[in-house]
DNA sequence: TAATCGCCGGAAAACGCTTTCCGTATCCGA
DNA sequence: TCGGATACGGAAAGCGTTTTCCGGCGATTA
């Protein structure tokens, strides 16, 4: 088996020092002269010479790669962050790491200690976390070595104090959500709550409550569950055994609930938004095709990854950061007349 | 800013040498003596050692890092068989690189660069390739390169002769996707064939016509089109226009074709399955959640992406292995009377 | 009791690149 | 013609690991 040509080989044959086919290959300040940049250029395409990135990166002492840890890819909402993400890295030079953790605490920790130990550039997170403080705490301390080795880091969901972070208004977009449902008649909810002591899905719910109160509405009913699809389908059916007439109108912490628990309503034979009302949150982009389409909160998903990357590369200490929740009514809410 | 501990840090700490705080660290076939290797441990705990694994992977000449390139992180298909890749990785104690391509072949032949360059150890390639020969062979001359020198890569889709390929059965999954709607009744097809030029398109364009010519039934009306939801939506509305009342079932290469097809007809006020029936290909799993819910045909998108990962690492020379196809009729596909 | 073997610890040479430091050659203006 | 920049080539010292030797030592064998 053949090796890879290395720069040496490349030195050799064009010859000239180990130092000029590297300022001739791989970027420098210094500049080379005509005559030995074109014999190197010429030996290294003959050679095939490829650059060693892992040498690179340790002579550098600076790698070119990205890391991200979503919780899920196959999950429409994390697909389109680490979509987004891929690109920017792009067009930063960099390449992306990705790893997952299906929300799996430990795991999310053990991926930042790996891409920690791979010297990566710089790390996103996104995903929000959890509400244990003893494991949100190792966490913390995980990104803090990193950072403070010169590492770089930015998350996309909870704050996490000192971290550079892009936070979708969770709360206010609820609580809109929960005005405009009201402004059409609602006055009787649920929210399914997605798991207790998830960041996220507590602010969502806290926000819509919040909303409701303020306009004098009683307290919706609170079902808990997975965050997931079949979370939503399972609440959705233990709302209707449990509260199956009062309630008009259903708030699913996320799209995928929301997907969830229209297909246990349809199920059931419960017209929505005929009976009922649903809405979710995030604007997934499969929500436009499914029949009602969705009413929703909108997330800018693909400029918070893209945002988030530039955090984690920038200079500027942004802090937190802001991404505007937008309330979209679809089909699957309607009026009460 | 301090810098990372180091190896020779743990070292000069314990009191021994740098082969015995390896050796403890990171694993070896030597032994080492109790005492010693209880004060390296504290030692690299008291200093939160972490490996250096660029270090490690140039030592080594072996790196942990497996290369992914999908088209679109977007689409589910992509995202799906991800989400297994990077299991899959993670079970070999590998980490995933992954890069999109937008199914532009020129960035696809330059992550495989990267990716070769990154020195990684195996290559994932997924999604079709061209038809274009010359971009194909580039493309294969870039995977011989990193083969050459002792990567190994698998590939999901086309075969490219001499890579180790999971290929799906597009060919006979749309054969008997043709025969069993032809078994309800249909006699007059259409199929969106997604772009020219694109192999698996190609392939199940053909596997499907062949199954209408097998059965005596008049050849599909082809509309071709780019391969995704918006093209599947483009290709529908433009069949419509042409022949709008010959047809009475309409395949869509894929399942995101089909779905913005499904959208189209609904926003044109054609009944589906009522008055034209659609298929799709691929089973992505948001499938199930739309109204009504897609005939498909089946492809194992998870198993396809860890059979992958295990041939690019296997040592068993697996070369081209099927991945069976299963016609899955749902609502969207009805009876002729 | 001497010869042999296994174990285990360490010195040092890779691995493939970058970058500092030095030295020589060339150019400019006066 | 000379002094001082300036430009550019190369030697060599890293970057943080792994791994090959080599040597010493205690235990086994004859």
């Given at each position: 088996?053949?090796?890879?040509?290395?720069?040496?080989?490349?030195?050799?044959?064009?010859?000239?020092?180990?130092?000029?086919?590297?300022?001739?290959?791989?970027?420098?300040?210094?500049?080379?002269?005509?005559?030995?940049?074109?014999?190197?250029?010429?030996?290294?395409?003959?050679?095939?010479?490829?650059?060693?990135?892992?040498?690179?990166?340790?002579?550098?002492?600076?790698?070119?790669?990205?890391?991200?840890?979503?919780?899920?890819?196959?999950?429409?909402?994390?697909?389109?962050?680490?979509?987004?993400v891929v690109r920017a890295a792009g067009r930063h030079g960099l390449s992306v790491m990705v790893g997952t953790t299906f929300r799996d605490p430990e795991a999310e920790i053990g991926y930042v200690a790996t891409l920690?130990?791979?010297?990566?550039?710089?790390?996103?997170?996104?995903?929000?976390?959890?509400?244990?403080?003893?494991?949100?705490?190792?966490l913390r301390a995980e990104i803090d070595r990193f950072q403070g080795t010169g590492g770089r880091a930015a998350l996309i969901g909870q704050d996490l104090l000192g971290v550079d972070t892009v936070v979708p208004d969770n709360h206010a977009g609820s609580r809109e959500l929960a005005e405009?449902?009201?402004?059409l008649g609602h006055t009787r909810f649920a929210v399914l709550t997605g798991p207790p002591g998830l960041l996220t899905a507590?602010?969502?719910?806290?926000?819509?409550?919040?909303?409701?109160?303020?306009?004098?509405?009683?307290?919706?009913?609170?079902?808990p569950g997975p965050f997931d699809r079949d979370g939503g389908h399972a609440a959705a059916r233990e709302l209707l055994a449990a509260h199956g007439t009062e309630v008009t109108c259903v708030f699913a912490v996320n799209d995928v609930m929301a997907v969830g628990a229209l297909a246990a309503?349809?199920?059931?034979?419960?017209?929505?938004?005929?009976?009922?009302?649903?809405?979710?949150?995030?604007?997934?982009?499969?929500l436009r095709d499914l029949t009602p389409a969705l009413t929703t909160v909108r997330?800018?998903?693909?400029?918070?990854?893209?945002?988030?990357?530039?955090?984690?590369?920038?200079?500027d200490p942004?802090?937190?950061?802001?991404a505007r929740a937008r309330v979209v009514l679809r089909e699957s809410t309607r009026a009460l007349t």
């Open positions: 088996m053949p090796r890879d040509a290395t720069l040496e080989d490349v030195a050799r044959q064009a010859g000239v020092s180990l130092a000029t086919a590297s300022r001739v290959l791989n970027g420098s300040t210094r500049q080379v002269g005509r005559a030995l940049r074109d014999r190197v250029e010429q030996a290294a395409a003959e050679l095939g010479y490829t650059t060693n990135r892992a040498a690179q990166a340790l002579a550098r002492s600076a790698s070119d790669i990205l890391g991200l840890v979503v919780h899920d890819l196959s999950d429409p909402y994390f697909a389109e962050v680490a979509n987004a920690r130990a791979q010297r990566v550039r710089a790390i996103v997170l996104a995903g929000s976390r959890s509400a244990d403080p003893e494991v949100t705490a190792r405009a449902l009201a402004r507590a602010d969502r719910t806290a926000g819509f409550a919040e909303g409701l109160a303020s306009l004098g509405l009683p307290a919706p009913v609170l079902i309503l349809r199920g059931a034979g419960v017209d929505v938004p005929g009976r009922i009302s649903v809405a979710g949150f995030d604007d997934i982009p499969t997330l800018p998903l693909a400029e918070m990854g893209t945002r988030a990357v530039e955090l984690a590369l920038g200079a942004a802090g937190a950061e802001a």
